[in-house]
C-alpha cells in the first residue's frame, strides 16, 4: 500500500519543475530509508515550454499525465483521481526545492497524531531570495485582516515586540506566533500541503470554482472550519520556494520567471476573482452590506493598481 500519492502540478515552469525533481530524488530516497512507500504523480496543463518531454524522459520514475490548461485546482483534482488509495497526498509546487528529509519529517509527525485531529501539515517555506515566505503562515483574510495587509498597518506589528499590538495588526500572517516552535496555523500554501487523504476526500479536494490562486485559502477554510481539523506549521522542516516563478507576478522571482505578458494578466485578474469568490462564499453573509460595499471597492481599486504596476 502507498503511504503517500505526491501530486506535482507545472506549467511552463521546466527549469524550475526539473530542479525541484532532482531535489525531491534525494527526499524519496529518505522515504525508502524509513520504509514509507511513495508515488510521484506530475500533471502537466497544457506547457509549451517543452517540460513534458524532459520530465518524461529524466524521470522514468513517476507518472506523467499530459492535460490541457484547466487551472490549479482541476489540475491538482486529476492527480489525486490517478493516484492510489495512499493514507496522504502531498501536494507540491514546482517552484521549491526540497530538504532530504521534508517529507519524511511531516509524515512521521503526522503518524504520531493518533487521534488524527490534524488535516494539514505544512513546513517552514523559506524564499530563495531570502526570508521568509509569509503567505505559507496566514490568518483567514477577514475585512480588518485584509485592511491592515494591504494598507501596510501589519508593519506596525513586524517592528513591535508586543504580542498583544502583533495579534491585532499581524493578524494577517498570525505575527504573533512563535516561529521556533511547531504550532497551530489558518492557510497555509499550495506549494507544501500534506493533508490526510480522507480530510481531502471530505472536502472534494480543490475547489474549482477558482482557475488561480485563492484555492489554498478556500481548501484550509474548509478543512479547519468545516471538517474542525487543525493545520499545523512545522517549523524544523523545511523548502525553498522560487516564489512566482511560472506565474510571473512576484517581484521575488523578476529576474527568473519567464512567464508572459499575456500569462502575467491571467494570474492578475485570477487573483482579484480569486478575492471576490472566496468573500462572497464565506464573509457576505456575515458583515453588513455596506462594509461588503467598501470591501468590494477595496478589491477593485487593488486590481486597478495591479494592472498599473502588473506586480503583487
Known sequence: MIDISIIILTYNAKDVTLKMLNSLKFALDDCDRNKIKTEVIVVDNGSTDGVGVEVQEHFKWLKFIQNENVGFSKGNNLGVKNSSESKYVLFLNPDITL??????NVYKYMENDKKEEVGIATCNVNLWSGGIDWDAHRGFPTPWRAFCYFSNLEKIAKKSSNKKIKSFFGGYHLLDKDFSKSHEIVVCLGAFLFVRRNVGEAIKWWPTDYFLNGEDVDFCYQVKELQHKKIMYL?????VHYKGASKGT????????KASDGHKKVVINSGIDAMKIFYTKYYEQKYPWILNKIVYLG???LHFKRKITKAE
Open 235 to 239: 517549523p524544523k522542516t523545511s523548502i
Open 299 to 301: 478589491i477593485s481599486l
Open 99 to 104: 530538504d532530504k528529509d521534508s517529507i519524511s
Open 250 to 257: 512576484k517581484k521575488e522571482s523578476k529576474k527568473i520567471t
